[in-house]
Every structure is written in structure tokens, then in C-alpha cells.
């Protein structure tokens, strides 16, 4: 059975450094890119980053550049997203899914996710 | 960046409509479009990729169609176990983008 469990999330202050972590199992892990996706409070979707499966790419969507950055440690079948000076606007459920290739004709999709890391940044 | 929207932002259907959802992206992505449910507290689940094709272990009542910029998600009789909110996804260009969900109740 596939699984992806996040860890790393808890309250805190703005401008501090935070480190999620998602621990998969059950799939050969550096055949995979990987994504970060995350989900404030009532509110939709927001893909954040990816990382192709050597951690030679990787891929952030312009509000988090800068700030957000993602890695993995194939050995240890594990992926990181590490935020630094935190804003209010990053609380949110922070989700690591795996990112399938189905083809040309079908392109790719986030197809296996973890149960979600609750992030709530207040003072 | 591509932007999806998603319509009707929500609906409320009986056990047994057929239910039909739209998605609309502001360039064309081809075929690159999936569908997630997602049910309350709980992570996403992957429905439909490429526009049409089932994943693996979904219900044949959902169904997806559509190219270019208009897409459709249709759930052929609604069951109770569909309540959720449903979001359209594309994976043509980075950063790849969500709709914003249509949530979906049970008269």
C-alpha cells in the first residue's frame, strides 16, 4: 500500500522558519517528481512547487519564490518544503502528492496524496 | 500563469440526477485537465485525467469530456456518497492551477 504522511506543521510566529516533511512509502520514490500543495481555511487549491526525481529541477509558482524552497532525500524516500519568514497567508493544510506522467496526449497529474500538515501562523 | 474557472460554484441535486459541472481554462491546455473530488477533511482524490480517462477504481457514473479551453465533469446518477466539492486542475504550463470548486450537495 502506497503511502505519504506529512509532518511538520504546528503553530507558528510570523517570520519564523517552518520545515514539512513527507515520508513516502509503498512506491519506488526516485522514479517520482513530487509536488507540495496547499489549502487555507475554506478556501481552494493552490499548487506551490515540484521537484523532478534526481532534485535537479524544480518549479515554484511565483508568490512562494524566494521564500518556499523544496528538496527531497531519495535515500530516505522523504520530501522537504522549507518556509522561511512566514506570513499569516501561508496558514493553510499543506499537502505532498506524487506527480504521474500519463502520456502525450493525457500530460501529468498530482495522483497520490498525503492526509495533509496543518500550518496556522499566529503571534 | 493559466486561470481556471469553474461553474456552477455550487449545486444541490437528488440521488439519481445526472450532474454536470464546466471548467473553463484562459488558454487552451489541449487535454491537460483532471478532476479531483475532494470530501470534507480529507485530501483530494484524483478522478479523471487527460481530460477523459478514469482513474483507476472510480465509480463509472463520472465521466470527463472536453479540449482546448471548455471542459466537462458529469456524474451520470448522483449517489450520496458524492457529496464533496470538485475541482478542475490543468497540467498544461507551470504554475499548474486549480479551479475553484464546485461544491456539491444531496437534496
Known amino acids: 500500500e502506497v503511502q505519504m504522511v506529512e509532518s511538520g506543521g504546528g503553530l507558528v510566529q510570523p517570520g519564523r522558519s517552518l520545515r514539512l516533511s513527507c515520508v513516502v512509502s509503498?512506491?519506488?520514490?526516485?522514479?517520482?517528481?513530487m509536488n507540495w500543495i496547499r489549502q487555507a481555511p475554506g478556501k481552494g487549491l493552490e499548487w506551490l512547487a515540484n521537484l523532478n526525481p534526481d532534485g535537479s529541477e524544480t518549479y515554484y509558482v511565483d508568490s512562494v519564490k524566494g521564500r518556499f524552497t523544496i528538496s527531497r532525500d531519495n535515500a530516505k524516500s522523504s520530501f522537504y518544503l522549507q518556509i522561511n519568514d512566514v506570513r499569516a497567508e501561508d496558514s493553510a493544510v499543506y499537502y505532498c502528492a506524487r506527480g504521474i506522467w500519463f502520456g502525450e496526449l493525457l500530460g501529468s497529474a498530482p495522483d497520490i496524496w498525503g492526509q495533509g500538515t496543518t500550518v496556522i501562523v499566529s503571534s | 500563469d493559466i486561470q481556471m474557472t469553474q461553474s456552477p460554484s455550487s449545486l444541490s441535486a437528488s440521488v439519481g440526477d445526472r450532474v454536470t459541472i464546466t471548467c473553463r481554462a484562459s488558454?487552451?491546455?489541449?487535454?491537460?485537465l483532471n478532476w479531483f473530488q475532494q470530501k470534507p477533511g480529507k485530501a483530494p482524490k484524483l478522478l479523471i485525467y487527460?481530460?477523459?480517462s478514469l482513474q483507476s477504481g472510480v465509480p463509472l457514473r463520472f465521466s470527463g469530456s472536453g479540449s482546448g479551453t471548455d471542459f466537462t465533469l458529469t456524474i451520470s446518477s448522483l449517489q450520496p456518497e458524492d457529496l464533496a466539492t470538485y475541482f478542475c486542475h490543468q497540467s498544461y504550463g507551470r504554475p499548474f492551477t486549480f479551479g475553484p470548486g464546485t461544491k456539491v450537495d444531496i437534496k
Open positions: 487527460g481530460a477523459s
Open positions: 509503498g512506491l519506488t520514490f526516485s522514479n517520482f517528481w
Open positions: 488558454q487552451s491546455i489541449t487535454t491537460y
